[in-house]
C-alpha cells in the first residue's frame, strides 16, 4: 500500500471519528476552558459574586446590573500585566470587557469561596 493510499485512509478515518466525537458532545453541557483566561474567568463566574460599595456606586452611575458583570465575565480578557494573581491569600484580576458599547475595566478579588468585584472603571 503507497503512501497516498495511506493518507487517505488517515483522513477517512479521522473525519469519521470527529464527526461521531461532534454528536456525543453536542447535547452535554461541555466547556473547553484551557487558557489563562478562560480558566480564571470561569473561576470567577463560579463563585458567589459580592459587590463593593465602590463598585455599586460604579454600576448605578454608569446604569449596569449584574448582566453587564456576567457578560463581561463571559466574555472579557484577564489583563495579566496589571493584575495581582499571585497575593495571598486572595489574588487580584483586572479584568476588560465591553458592555453597551462602553469600555469596562473590573478589579475582582477572588478568594476560595467567593469573589468581590472592587471596582468598575470605565476605559476611555
Known amino acids: 500500500m503507497n503512501l497516498f493510499k495511506r493518507f487517505i485512509y488517515y483522513l477517512i478515518g479521522v473525519s469519521f471519528g ?3 466525537v461532534y454528536f456525543i458532545w453536542k447535547g452535554k453541557d461541555v466547556s473547553f476552558d484551557y487558557g489563562m483566561d478562560a480558566r480564571t ?6 463563585k458567589k459574586l459580592h459587590y463593593s ?4 456606586s460604579s454600576m448605578k452611575e454608569i446604569q449596569m446590573d449584574s ?5 463581561i465575565l463571559s466574555d472579557g480578557d484577564v489583563n495579566f500585566g496589571k493584575s495581582n494573581q499571585h497575593k495571598k491569600p ?10 453597551l458599547e462602553k469600555k469596562l475595566e473590573l478589579w475582582i478579588i477572588r478568594c476560595d469561596s467567593f469573589a468581590t468585584i ?4 470605565v476605559k476611555e
Request: glycine residues 6%; proline residues 3%.
Open 18 to 20: 470527529s464527526i461521531i
Open 41 to 46: 474567568l470561569k473561576t470567577i463566574r463560579t
Open 53 to 56: 460599595k465602590n463598585a455599586k
Open 67 to 71: 448582566t453587564g458583570i456576567y457578560s
Open 90 to 99: 486572595c489574588p487580584e484580576y483586572s479584568i476588560t470587557g465591553t458592555y
Open 118 to 121: 472592587e471596582e468598575v472603571l
